[in-house]
């Protein structure tokens, strides 16, 4: 089985300013790692995803995330916000032997203040 | 229509009532999932279907009934709800054929019980 920790419920932020949000797992297998967003009123969206290789992985929308193996930790960096940024952010996790069962964490709102 | 869709966005019903969420995806993916999201609470995985069979039932309560005609539409029957089970209900389709692949998520339906 496997866990996923968002350790921070909230980040508020200032536009322009970078932004982490951190993201922890435990796993017993080899993992796949996503990094999904949650607009008001719309469905989770992939913003990117690690498999394999290069541990710096970039997405959608100037966001990126670093994999520690060491550390387990998947987490999701951006440089500098926009106030389009603000939503909900949830990092997930799947087992390799069973990519379609998805554990999420729950959630991290990043709301950016003009 | 594109990408996963889901009908209708919004539901009320009384607890006596029976109603059905629907789900089509347009995206030629072989599973599809239901999610319930709660406010304040993890996304919750309720049941997946790979080829059009059941493959994973998250002990969900059977006042929940989904139906998988084929691999482009799933349905979730609903009867005798609780008030707890007003949520976001979100659907889920992913092409389990490559490891790796994300799931691509539906807007949601906004369900109310009274």
């Known amino acids: 089985a496997q866990s996923v920790t968002q350790l921070d419920s909230q980040v508020p932020v200032f536009e322009e300013a970078p932004v982490e949000l951190r993201c922890n797992y435990s796993s017993s297998v080899s993992v796949y790692l996503f990094w999904y967003v949650q607009y008001p009123n719309q469905g989770l969206q992939l913003l990117l995803k690690?498999?394999?290789?290069?541990?710096l992985v970039k997405g959608i929308n100037g966001f990126e995330a670093e994999f520690n193996k060491s550390q387990t930790s998947f987490h999701l960096r951006k440089p500098s916000v926009h106030i389009s940024d603000t939503a909900e952010y949830f990092c997930?996790?799947?087992?390799?032997?069973?990519?379609?069962?998805?554990?999420f964490g729950d959630g991290t709102t990043l709301t950016v203040k003009p | 229509e594109t990408g996963v869709t889901q009908t209708p966005r919004h539901l009320v019903m009384g607890m006596t009532n029976k109603k059905s969420l629907k789900c089509e995806q347009h995206l030629g993916h072989n599973a599809m999932y239901w999610y319930k999201q709660s406010a304040k609470k993890p996304l919750e995985l309720m049941f997946v279907?790979?080829?059009?069979?059941?493959?994973e039932n998250n002990s969900v309560p059977s006042r929940f009934s989904p139906e998988c005609p084929n691999s482009s539409h799933l349905f979730l029957h609903l009867h005798t709800l609780q008030p707890e089970d007003s949520a976001l209900y979100l659907c889920?389709?992913?092409?389990?054929?490559?490891?790796?692949?994300?799931?691509?998520f539906g807007p949601g339906t906004r369900l109310t019980v009274l």
């Open positions: 997930a996790v799947s087992p390799n032997t069973n990519a379609g069962k998805s554990t």
């Open positions: 889920a389709s992913r092409q389990s054929r490559l490891a790796g692949n994300e799931q691509f």
């Open positions: 279907y790979n080829f059009k069979e059941q493959t």
């Open positions: 690690y498999l394999s290789g290069s541990t």
